[in-house]
Nanobody
Framework: QVQLEESGGGLVQAGGSLRLSCAASGSIFSINAMGWYRRAPEKQRELVARITRDGSTNYSDSVKGRFTISRDNAKNTVYLQMDDLKPEDTAVYYC????????????WGQGTQVTVSS
């Protein structure tokens, strides 16, 4: 299994920056991809950014050019650098790991609140 621990949320003014961290532990060698999702009040959860085992990344259109996902393999940690934050980025952000060889599983972090004030 894979366990995830997030950190780095908080309150920031519009135009500001935050960096989220997600540290993975457990069966890290079975991780195929890691990503960040978010859920805003009264909205469905959406994918924000994702990075695969080979380093490929993809982003939602709403954050392209503003957010950057990266990883530090030595620390088993994935980061989400969020710049030029907007009030509509306010949400609970969840780290996700998709792992497994024959069958894939999802692990989730506990969630971290990001609030952007106007």
């Amino acid at each position: 299994q894979v366990q995830l621990e997030e950190s780095g949320g908080g309150l920031v003014q519009a135009g500001g920056s935050l960096r989220l961290s997600c540290a993975a532990s457990g069966s890290i060698f079975s991780i195929n991809a890691m990503g960040w999702y978010r859920r805003a009040p009264e909205k469905q959860r959406e994918l924000v950014a994702r990075i695969t085992r080979d380093g490929s990344t993809n982003y939602s259109d709403s954050v392209k050019g503003r957010f950057t996902i990266s990883r530090d393999n030595a620390k088993n940690t994935v980061y989400l650098q969020m710049d030029d934050l907007k009030p509509e980025d306010t949400a609970v952000y969840y780290c996700n790991a998709r792992w497994g060889k024959i069958r894939e599983f999802d692990s989730w972090g506990q969630g971290t609140q990001v609030t952007v004030s106007s």
